[in-house]
């Protein structure tokens, strides 16, 4: 899900760039040190924008450059745990599917595609069920829930752990097989229960 916040941080404004424009260059500075970041209380700093309320500079001796109070507002994305997302597939792997939420990528192991018994096909880069004819391949847009999260230092470190097995996740189309599956054979009759 994405948050803005209203932040209050201080940035140094070096000498050559005196003469600019003091909030252009706030707003360089500050997306140089913030963007792509993670925050683990607010999650991936996506953007920066909205800078406002520069502060007079300082002086510090030894140091040329200014150092001015700003604030400024930061648009966020943090995952949660069972939220239901959008995503594209990025990359198709033996284990399972990388599904890009946001700036992030999350990973559907291959056991958590689909109910169905999935093979991998090599020539073709696809997972493929026989019984039911699914497939998934890099380019889809899925639904997909998210199970853990492990936020890192870096996105490249993070971990998002997500699940295409519940009714009405994976690919848009899969939502309408299911229904047809339930009236066809109903629910639950004739799977080895007994």
């Given at each position: 899900m994405y948050y803005i916040y209203s932040v209050k941080d201080?940035?140094?404004?070096?000498?050559?760039?005196?003469?600019?424009?003091?909030?252009?260059?706030?707003?360089?500075v500050l997306r140089r040190k913030y963007e792509g970041a993670i925050d683990k209380d607010i999650g991936v700093l996506v953007a920066i924008f909205n800078v406002r309320g520069v502060s007079d500079g300082i002086l510090y001796p030894g140091d040329p450059s200014t150092h001015h109070d700003v604030e400024f507002d930061v648009l966020s994305f943090m995952p949660s745990v069972e939220e239901i997302v959008n995503g594209e597939v990025t990359e198709i792997a033996e284990f399972g599917a990388f599904v890009r939420i946001g700036p992030i990528d999350g990973l559907v192991h291959v056991s958590q595609?689909?109910?169905?018994?999935?093979?991998?096909?090599?020539?073709s880069q696809a997972f493929v069920s026989k019984r039911s004819g699914r497939s998934l391949k890099k380019g889809d847009t899925v639904f997909a829930k998210i199970s853990t999260i492990s936020?890192?230092?870096?996105?490249?470190?993070?971990?998002?752990?997500?699940?295409?097995?519940?009714?009405?996740?994976?690919?848009?189309?899969w939502a309408g097989e299911d229904e047809k599956s339930k009236a066809r054979y109903g629910k639950g009759k004739g799977r080895g229960r007994r």
């Open positions: 201080r940035f140094k404004l070096p000498p050559e760039s005196l003469a600019e424009d003091i909030e252009s260059v706030a707003a360089k595609i689909t109910n169905d018994f999935l093979s991998f096909d090599r020539k936020m890192k230092n870096s996105v490249k470190d993070s971990k998002i752990a997500l699940t295409m097995k519940p009714e009405g996740l994976g690919k848009p189309e």
